[in-house]
């Protein structure tokens, strides 16, 4: 059989092969690539959902149910978070992450990091965030997976009084992505005071010098966790129309401060009157989370107003429950809203953050009620989530919560991190 003929006879074989290699390679150009978005391709995500199969300890709670608030599954989970050899199971060591990512393609498989964009309205509306943190590695790392997307850039501080494992963990970490740098200068945070203001001043500014594409900030702590999807996040800070989102309301007693001096390493305050703000501006009340657009940003690093102010505030008690509300009803600042108290915005009606005080908790029918008990426990009169309050969570409007906490109810944070997976891959 000459040549010719036997190669047109394995002809019909070679175009199937072809093909095969053919779809096979814009099957995988079709998963790495940010230009379609044919929702057809959304099956090639599955590897990604989080299953009973992953071997977490906190598997064997029915997520579902708790989401539903069924009250016996409730108790039963909340009875489980109580067992020693639960709590033991669930922890993961800081030593993990330093062994995990020295091979980094490994850990982000392994932990499944989803590392291209799920859509293109995301790929074209990238985040900046910044995440201050002093402890609990393990917080920190499922935060950061939670909303990580390679389109957006991150900014981590870590406290200059952490444990060296600590450091260890989070460099490692944060050494696996290329969007994720630890801040150029670290402080030491003392709470209540400003270098609380200056780490997040310090990872604005790297943000807003590493990428001139992201649309809004948002700053972070270790104990947060994201209550909708990036792509949530995104049509939310889209609606906002350029707006930035936050408490910011009348200061009850503005014309009185709590200032501080520092005695032998051991924060001191007490009232006394303080000389009054540069340019009369007045004083709001707010807290220290917020969502900002990038102008509001690049004010609060070159505004000759805001540096002033900041420089003002800096032997104050608390600075970030006034600065950035100050900063926000500054007329001339983008996105900001003019200083009547029309205009005010609260917690609850800001985006910023989820907190349950333990003074603003009580049943629906309370005239001062703000938002049902906490099911958890509380730290310094602030809600550490437990599983309870997962219903009644997931049907506000904030981006964020806050308190979440793995040594005292992992599941919680099991449970919405699943909810949100889920949800992100079936968008």
């Known amino acids: 059989m000459s040549l010719t003929r036997k190669l047109r006879r394995l002809q019909p074989h070679l175009l199937r092969v072809t093909g095969i290699l053919v779809s096979l390679c814009m099957l995988s150009l079709l998963i790495a690539s940010s230009v379609d978005w044919d929702p057809a391709y959304r099956f090639t995500y599955?590897?990604?959902?989080?299953?009973?199969?992953d071997g977490s300890p906190e598997a064997v709670c029915n997520c579902s149910a708790i989401l539903q608030g069924d009250d016996q599954v409730l108790e039963h989970t909340k009875l489980l978070t109580f067992t020693k050899d639960f709590k033991k199971r669930v922890q993961i060591p800081d030593e993990y992450y330093i062994n995990a990512t020295q091979d980094c393609r490994k850990f982000k498989l392994s932990r499944k990091y989803i590392t291209f964009p799920l859509s293109e309205e995301e790929d074209n509306f990238p985040l900046a965030y910044s995440m201050v943190v002093h402890h609990k590695v393990q917080n920190f790392e499922r935060l950061l997976r939670a909303i990580y997307a390679p389109q957006n850039v991150y900014c981590v501080h870590v406290d200059k009084k952490a444990k060296d494992s600590v450091f260890a963990a989070i460099m490692a970490i944060t050494s696996c992505f290329p969007n994720v740098f630890?801040?150029?200068?670290?402080?030491?945070?003392?709470?209540?005071?400003?270098?609380?203001?200056?780490?997040?001043?310090?990872?604005?500014?790297?943000?807003?010098?590493a990428s001139?594409?992201?649309?809004?900030?948002?700053?972070?702590?270790?104990?947060?966790?994201?209550l909708k999807t990036n792509l949530e996040i995104v049509r939310s800070l889209r609606s906002l129309n350029g707006k930035n989102s936050m408490e910011s309301e009348?200061?009850?007693?503005?014309?009185?401060?709590?200032?501080?001096?520092?005695?032998?390493?051991?924060?001191?305050?007490?009232?006394?009157?303080?000389?009054?703000?540069?340019?009369?501006?007045?004083?709001?009340?707010?807290?220290?989370?917020?969502?900002?657009?990038r102008g509001y940003v690049r004010s609060v690093l070159e505004d000759s107003q805001i540096l002033?102010?900041?420089?003002?505030?800096?032997?104050?008690?608390?600075?970030?429950?006034?600065?950035?509300a100050t900063i926000q009803r500054m007329p001339h600042v983008p996105g900001s809203l003019w200083p009547s108290a029309k205009y005010d915005q609260t917690d609850m009606t800001a985006i910023a953050r989820l907190v349950k005080w333990a003074w603003h908790e009580g049943s629906e029918g309370l005239l001062e009620a703000v938002y049902p008990v906490c099911h958890g426990n509380h730290v310094r009169s602030i809600c550490?989530?437990?599983?309870?309050?997962?219903?009644?969570?997931?049907?506000?409007?904030?981006?964020?919560?806050?308190?979440?906490?793995?040594?005292?109810?992992?599941?919680?944070?099991?449970?919405?991190?699943?909810?949100?997976?889920?949800?992100?891959?079936?968008?």
């Not at 670290?186 to 997040?200: E, H, L, M, T």
């Not at 001139?212 to 994201?226: A, E, H, R, S, V």
């Not at 219903?391 to 005292?408: E, S, V």
């Open 46 to 53: 599955s590897w990604l959902e989080y299953t009973d199969a």
């Open 182 to 209: 630890m801040v150029s200068r670290p402080v030491d945070v003392v709470y209540a005071a400003w270098p609380r203001v200056q780490a997040d001043l310090n990872c604005m500014a790297d943000l807003y010098n």
């Open 212 to 226: 001139t594409t992201w649309k809004y900030f948002i700053n972070l702590c270790g104990q947060d966790f994201p």
């Open 250 to 293: 009348q200061m009850p007693t503005p014309e009185t401060w709590r200032i501080y001096a520092e005695v032998q390493l051991k924060l001191l305050w007490w009232l006394m009157t303080k000389s009054p703000a540069p340019f009369n501006l007045p004083i709001m009340s707010g807290n220290a989370y917020i969502v900002v657009n």
């Open 308 to 324: 002033a102010l900041i420089e003002w505030a800096k032997d104050t008690y608390s600075p970030d429950e006034f600065l950035w």
């Open 384 to 427: 550490v989530y437990g599983v309870g309050d997962l219903q009644w969570m997931i049907g506000q409007h904030h981006l964020f919560a806050n308190k979440f906490d793995t040594d005292m109810d992992p599941i919680a944070i099991y449970c919405l991190e699943k909810y949100l997976r889920h949800k992100a891959l079936s968008s």
